[in-house]
């Protein structure tokens, strides 16, 4: 899977709603400076999911926000798990 998130790019990814908002952004590079990110992060209006590979360990991790609350951010996490298995 390490190998797999370094392949990664915004076109891998063909969905196109995440926790049932369109998605406005897929990144692998910091918008700043466009350095690598070292895995991916999509965004929605109300939410966003970060994942890249453990430097230590053999799995990924998932960072998310939900700017609605628990339920959506559950929600968030559950399909970004769903979206991975399926492009990686």
Known sequence: QKAA???LTAD?????ELAGEPIVSILTQAPGN???IGGIKV????GWFAARP???EELYKIYAESFI???????LIDEAKQLL????
């Open 12 to 16: 891998s990814i063909k969905q196109s």
């Open 43 to 46: 965004t929605t209006q109300n």
């Open 69 to 75: 609350g628990a339920e959506h951010l559950q929600q």
């Open 54 to 56: 453990s430097g230590t």
């Open 5 to 7: 998130f370094k392949q």
């Open 85 to 88: 298995s399926s492009v990686l």
């Open 34 to 36: 466009n350095a690598e």
